[in-house]
């Protein structure tokens, strides 16, 4: 069993930055995908980001090029999301999950672990 927290959330104006951490406690995560999603209300849960267990590989959703960096340490199981030039559009839960295979997914259903998340509020 992995057990997920997530941390960093907050209240920010747009334009703001923050950073998601997800710490992972029980058996390691080191060898596992870890992916970002978020839950905006009245929504559908969408993926954000993942990062494959060596970080040598990322994915992000169009949404969040160029803004977001998802990475990794491995030493402290820990995973992080960088958010900058956060806009209002970015309000949500974000949770982070761990998938047991070695390649990265969107779909949030092949994700076998979930944190039960932190709520990130952009205001305009």
């Known amino acids: 069993q992995v057990q997920l927290v997530e941390s960093g959330g907050g209240l920010v104006q747009a334009g703001a930055s923050l950073r998601l951490s997800c710490t992972a406690s029980?058996?390691?995560?080191?060898?596992?995908?870890v992916g970002w999603f978020r839950q905006a209300p009245g929504k559908e849960r969408e993926f954000v980001a993942a990062?494959?267990?060596?970080?040598?590989?990322?994915y992000y959703t169009d949404s969040v090029k160029g803004r977001f960096t998802i990475s990794r340490d491995n030493a402290k199981n820990t995973v992080y999301l960088q958010m900058n030039s956060l806009k209002p559009e970015d309000t949500a839960v974000y949770y982070c999950?761990?998938?047991?295979?070695?390649?990265?997914?969107?779909?949030?259903?092949?994700?076998?672990?979930w944190g039960q998340g932190t709520q990130v509020t952009v205001s305009s």
């Open positions: 029980g058996r390691t995560f080191s060898s596992y995908v």
């Open positions: 990062i494959t267990w060596s970080g040598a590989n990322t």
């Open positions: 999950a761990a998938d047991r295979r070695s390649w990265i997914t969107t779909t949030s259903e092949e994700y076998d672990y």
